[in-house]
């Protein structure tokens, strides 16, 4: 089945709620914990910050149920990993968002790397010039929980939040699979992200399939390979559209 838009119904009351519940409680502990036990969160770079004498990158940390935390920063393991594997994906999408996927004649658009956290985020608030920030404490978390990933800037909220979904699983593209021909995102995705594979460590055409059988292609970050997340990292299927 052809990609739809995954709806996430994502109330500003719940974001407001999250943002409170740490003003509470960061007067009071060294840090609080975000998100669900079982489930993954994600963080997604846009910049970098200095905080505590680092540079560490910032942006959003999207929860299980796909309420979205911004200004938050990375700090701790592989921050400067995280720092250069997202500048080079948007060196990637510099050089080749706007010429042509060469299977279904469609433009490449825009990828985005993110890294997920399998279960609770240890987060602490802390003011930087004036501006309130969510620091994500990475060294508090087990290595092995860790994982780095990347697909269509508009489409990892959505990745999140399907891998929170009971039903959802991981599975490979065959060489000759009839989605590279697909004249959509789902299409081009399949073949960027195989592109993207041969200019570092990000090998491609993998994908999440949502119980509504709506696909997902990603690619993987080998340099962050959380041993947790194997399934979502090393698929055993290979998708069969017609299934």
Do not use: C
């Amino acid at each position: 089945m052809k990609l739809g838009y995954l709806v996430i119904g994502v109330g500003v009351v719940i974001a407001l709620a999250v943002v409170a519940f740490l003003m509470l409680h960061t007067a009071h502990e060294a840090s609080v914990q975000l998100g669900s036990p079982s489930g993954f969160e994600g963080f997604v770079p846009s910049g970098q910050v200095n905080y505590n004498g680092n540079t560490d990158p910032a942006g959003d940390l999207i929860l299980n149920n796909g309420t979205t935390i911004h200004n938050t920063i990375w700090d701790g393991q592989y921050s400067s990993t995280i720092i250069q594997n997202h500048n080079q994906i948007v060196q990637l999408n510099y050089q080749f968002v706007g010429q042509t996927d060469p299977v279904n004649n469609q433009p490449y658009v825009p990828l985005q790397d993110f890294y997920v956290i399998k279960g609770q985020v240890p987060v602490q608030q802390v003011t930087i010039n004036g501006q309130t920030y969510y620091v994500i404490e990475a060294d508090k978390i087990n290595q092995s929980d860790i994982a780095g990933f990347y697909t269509y800037q508009g489409w990892v909220p959505n990745f999140v939040v399907a891998m929170n979904m009971p039903g959802t699983y991981t599975s490979g593209f065959p060489g000759n699979s009839p989605v590279y021909t697909w004249e959509n995102i789902t299409g081009t995705l399949v073949y960027q992200t195989q592109l993207y594979g041969h200019y570092g460590p990000f090998p491609g055409r993998y994908m999440l399939v949502l119980p509504n059988k709506t696909i997902i292609p990603y690619g993987v970050n080998d340099d962050v390979f959380g041993s947790s997340l194997l399934n979502f990292i090393n698929p055993n299927h290979i998708y069969n559209p017609s299934s």
